[in-house]
Nanobody, 120 residues
Framework: QVQFVESGGGLVQPGGTLRLSCTASGMSSEMFSRFEVIGWYRRLPQTQPRELVAAFLSGGATNYGDSVAGRTTISRDNSKNTLYLEMDNLNPDDTAAYFC?????????WGQGTQVTVSS
């Protein structure tokens, strides 16, 4: 069974740095490397749809959400089936549930999410 598990959320001070990890299980490293889209998304408080934070696209290109571009880095280690997110200079507007998600052959996979709260 394919599973994505996020870790690294919690309380972060304004101006601080967020580091998240997402590890996929139930798949080979070869499958992990073939996702058409794999990335981080977040659901802000009082909203329903998830918004893009950062993602890898087919061919290795990256895509960043407008509100986080320039202070966010997505990376991956295919040998460990793990996706990473680092976000600097956090502010209260970054408070959200963060999810890793991926798509392969028309099927979407999501982790359970990890809550990030930016507050002093």
């Amino acid at each position: 069974q394919v599973q994505f598990v996020e870790s690294g959320g919690g309380l972060v001070q304004p101006g601080g740095t967020l580091r998240l990890s997402c590890t996929a299980s139930g798949m080979s490293s070869e499958m992990f490397s073939r996702f058409e889209v794999i990335g981080w998304y977040r659901r802000l408080p009082q909203t329903q749809p998830r918004e893009l934070v950062a993602a890898f696209l087919s061919g290795g290109a990256t895509n960043y959400g407008d509100s986080v571009a320039g202070r966010t880095t997505i990376s991956r280690d295919n040998s460990k089936n793990t996706l990473y997110l680092e976000m600097d200079n956090l502010n209260p507007d970054d408070t959200a549930a963060y999810f890793c998600g991926a798509r392969l052959a028309g099927r979407a996979y999501w982790g359970q999410g990890t809550q990030v709260t930016v507050s002093s």
